[in-house]
């Protein structure tokens, strides 16, 4: 070997190596999708509350007699009520990915 040949770990590797050599070397984390995470959490609450109220016979007649009883105006409240729950968990998703972003972009 001679003096005038360039080592080869002094050549870059890459394109990528060559165009941006101070590039940050450690990649983030994989990220929390949390409308997954709290979609999740709300099903699950779902089903223990229709597993709570169907869980014994006597529970079960109770939910048989009050159902047949529900009437117009009950029946839009209900829809209301699950339509603001509805806005509340989408509200609670964003405002949660928001700080992710925001974390991110702190770190950065």
Do not use: K, Y
Not at 38 to 52: P, T
Not at 56 to 82: S, Y
């Amino acid at each position: 070997m001679s003096d005038s040949t360039p080592d080869s770990d002094v050549l870059p590797t890459s394109t990528a190596d060559a165009v941006a050599p101070d590039a940050p070397e450690t990649r983030p984390g994989p990220r929390i999708r949390w409308a997954g995470v709290v979609w999740g959490l709300v099903f699950a609450a779902a089903a223990a509350v229709g597993a709570a109220l169907t869980w014994t016979p006597r529970a079960l007649d109770d939910l048989a007699t009050i159902v047949p009883q529900l009437n117009g105006p009950t029946l839009v409240a209900g829809a209301l009520l699950v339509l603001g729950a509805l806005a509340l968990i989408s509200g609670l998703v964003g405002l949660l990915r928001h700080a992710q972003n925001a974390s991110a972009r702190h770190r950065a």
